[in-house]
């Protein structure tokens, strides 16, 4: 059953340019912020097997010694024969701790 005051459209007619102008920007702006968030949220998090294949693609070798802290996943690698402390933080950027 129809409520009495909801118009049947079909095909935008009884839609006037100016309403039709504005669901057009909703809808575009919708998209464009679900876009943005999956640009900006990562689709998942970084397997132990891929974190260590980025860190070795960065130069690091004999990746150990993996935990989770809250500034993302600190590790122990070696490069140019010194061991050093990295971080990976949630966008993927490893960063050397001194």
Same mark, same amino acid.
């Given at each position: 059953?129809r409520?009495a005051?909801?118009?049947?459209? $079909?095909?935008? /007619?009884? %839609?006037?340019?100016g309403?039709?102008?504005?669901r057009t920007?909703?809808i &575009?702006r919708t998209?464009?912020?679900?876009?943005?968030?999956?640009?900006?949220?990562?689709a998942?998090a970084?397997?132990?097997? $891929?974190?260590? /294949?980025? %860190?070795?693609a960065?130069g690091?070798?004999q990746?150990?010694?993996?935990? &989770?802290?809250?500034e993302?996943?600190?590790?122990?690698?070696i490069?140019?024969g010194k061991?050093?402390?990295?971080?990976?933080?949630?966008?993927?950027q490893i960063?050397?701790?001194?």
């Open positions: 059953m409520k005051n909801w118009p049947i459209l $079909e095909h935008g /007619a009884d %839609i006037n340019a309403e039709r102008i504005m920007r909703n &575009s998209i464009v912020w679900l876009a943005l968030l999956g640009v900006l949220s990562p998942h970084l397997t132990q097997q $891929e974190l260590i /294949a980025k %860190i070795e960065a690091y070798t990746v150990s010694d993996i935990k &989770s802290t809250p993302g996943t600190a590790v122990k690698a490069k140019n061991e050093v402390r990295l971080v990976v933080d949630s966008s993927g960063k050397e701790q001194k």
